[in-house]
């Protein structure tokens, strides 16, 4: 069994977690989340915090159990003080910007890239640094990896989109005789 689950997760002040239906709901100051629970997982909510139990004594309840202790300290956290990932642009031409719910970029293909911004997640754009924040881990973290997805990181010259503390390891390329 997990020791994380082993322990109650206690709610802050000002979070309000119900269980019914089938669905977990997390309500906070900066949000509203919810997720489904699994049949073989058993949430309850109590005045010292929430505790998860295994309704079954199989492997994959004692996987789930760990994992739904996790999801609910990630959406209890989210509604709180919200997630965040920050990006970095390099490369003669590349560019970004932010308009409405749309992050336009120069990648340096032939045409513009438009992608269209999650409901419930927040970016902002500078000149080589792009922040996008909300209250869903998932969905912030989804979100990071498609932009940088659209031009990763080169390890000749280190162009393209990376992560704030990724290290690129560089190659030397060729050389001459």
Do not use: C
């Not at 209890?76 to 336009?104: M, Q």
């Not at 000149?127 to 990181?153: C, N």
């Amino acid at each position: 069994m997990s020791r994380l689950a082993k322990k109650a997760i206690i709610l802050p002040a000002k979070t309000e977690l119900t269980v019914s239906g089938g669905f977990i709901r997390v309500k906070g100051p900066k949000g509203e989340l919810s997720r489904g629970t699994n049949r073989l997982i058993e949430v309850g909510v109590a005045p010292e915090g929430v505790s998860l139990a295994k309704k079954t004594d199989s492997l994959e309840s004692r996987a789930l159990l760990g994992t739904y202790a996790s999801h609910i300290r990630n959406m209890i956290r989210g509604v709180n003080e919200g997630f965040s990932k920050k990006l970095l642009i390099e490369g003669v031409g590349y560019k970004w910007d932010v308009s409405g719910k749309t992050l336009n970029l120069a990648l340096g293909f032939s045409h513009p890239v438009k992608v269209e911004i999650p409901a419930g997640l927040e970016v902002k754009a500078d000149k080589s640094t792009l922040v996008i924040s909300g209250a869903d881990k998932e969905a912030v973290g989804q979100f990071a990896a498609g932009i940088r997805a659209l031009k990763k990181p080169e390890p000749y010259k280190g162009k393209g989109i990376r992560y704030e503390g990724e290290v690129i390891r560089r190659k030397q390329g060729k050389k001459a005789v």
